[in-house]
């Protein structure tokens, strides 16, 4: 997918899996689109989905923002951490209701008081802090037990059907995430379809087209909420003009929804590398005519100029031939 | 080299290149031994062979902690940074006249000291000061300009020179690495030729090998300031008892040098994950009968049980079928 130079020499190479499918099928696919992968965060649109259908979103009120942290990876910016923690509170629950567990929050800011304030990070600085927070609210609307990342809990069974239903494919398995949730396995090709029935989706057409639809105007009307400040969920979505979302997952997973195409696109590096997928996307959705490949966000992920901490230009990043063509 | 699993399923795989060579040759390898690759900081003790060569650590009197942190990619501890400027004010310098550029250090407690102090970081804190240390010790020796990072440099010139003697290759490019210095292009024969030059040198024959044996006694003495607590060059080499050396390098490559066996360990990972680098040499360095395979410190790497943010198992690395074997 992405080679990286350095001095007019290969110096690395990424491998992956990419497919993107319209409403009927696979559209065009590169390496194996059967590879079976974990969507880790890339899933949060379809974990999102119990939240709406229940009616647990509309009995709280919830506005786009939420929903749009509720499919975040966010950086633990105050503006993330805040509404999560508002969140809680009007449930009447606090952050140690959570399950997702703390780390320190990528947003330069935050980190920086927590450091001078002699803070420890919170759970709400989780990147899914979020997600979870929409867990809760599903989990207290349902009136079920506290420990809703267990399993056998009627959210994350909830999850699993949803799951089974958007891909077509029966779960390949499960493993935990790093928030604790469960994450179901499937193919690439069975997320770029879910992906795709998103893209389609239109408001009274059923439930389930309308909490498609919902989820991906609240991602694209709120790129800073998706992801944050300098991250490639939220550059890519703004120079997109709020019509595509898009959203990453941990070993380097990403998955794009776009509904003026009807297209969704999925994709998995081999190697986990993060600016492979990161470039991989960018190259996907310029492929599918919605992000302009000359986009300063986008030359920077798929064409960047890599440069050290002199500032002195050190080599490129380049899509490898063949892949998005 | 290295598979990621999660839930019983592979999430990740590692491609890779490596070799083990003696005095005389190739005694085992595994993907393209001859694939052509930046050593990046893996070559740093080839790049301090003029340190020695030209009497410049000696007419300063250099301790071995300075030659360790000449070869270091340390984490800019207060250790690494205090011994890095104590050298530039012995040499009558300053942290400006080193041309590495600045980078936040990777120790915790350092970090949270620049930020609780407003500080920026400075050059000293970069993980190749030493080495810059190194090179401008070389450089007031030769009485040549302060530019020492330019290609045509009598420094770099001097580098070039040992690098093609040690390797035994002709430098089949260059590039700029990411403190700013050339880095010589090699195969991975190449580098692990060299590595195994290192390995069988011994004092009393000649310049070259007396500079070669110093170094890989001073880092195989001094592991914390190769690189730093928790950081694998430190731990691996602590879990060998001072008797090898072994180096990282950026996008993944990992050397070793192991006088008692007289072999040196070359290996590039072919995406840059230092996760697969650094489970690679530990599982070579258990190979060749010089690491513990049980050793906490090799376990972690090669066979680590992965958990998440509240503890929780998420899975375990484990060597590729074949690889190391």
Known sequence: MLEVWRGGLLECVHQGHAVICDAKGIVAAWGNPEAVIFPRSSAKMIQALPLIETGAADARGLSDRHLALACASHRGARVHVDLAGRWLADLGLAETDLR?????????????????????????????????????????????????????????????????????????????????????????TGLAKAMATYAVAREGRGAREDAMHRLTRAMAAHPHLVAGEGETCTELMRAMGGKVAIKGGAEAVYVGIVPEKGLGIALKVVDGGYRAAEAAIAALLARVGVLDPAHPAAVRRMAGIQRNWRGLETGALRIADGFAA
Chains 1, 2 share one sequence.
């Not at 800011?109 to 803070?119: I, K, P, S, Y």
Request: charged fraction near 25%.
């Open 100 to 188: 997702c567990g703390a780390h320190e929050p990528g947003d330069r800011a935050e980190r920086d008081r927590l450091v001078e304030a002699h803070e420890k990070p919170c759970q709400l600085h989780n990147n899914c802090s979020g997600k979870h927070s929409g867990f809760l609210t599903v989990t207290q609307h349902l009136k079920a037990g506290p420990e809703y990342v267990e399993i056998d809990h009627p959210l994350q069974r909830a999850i699993r059907a949803a799951t089974e239903e958007v891909t077509g494919e029966t779960v390949a398995g499960w493993g935990v995430d790093g928030c604790s949730a469960p994450n179901f396995a499937m193919s690439v």
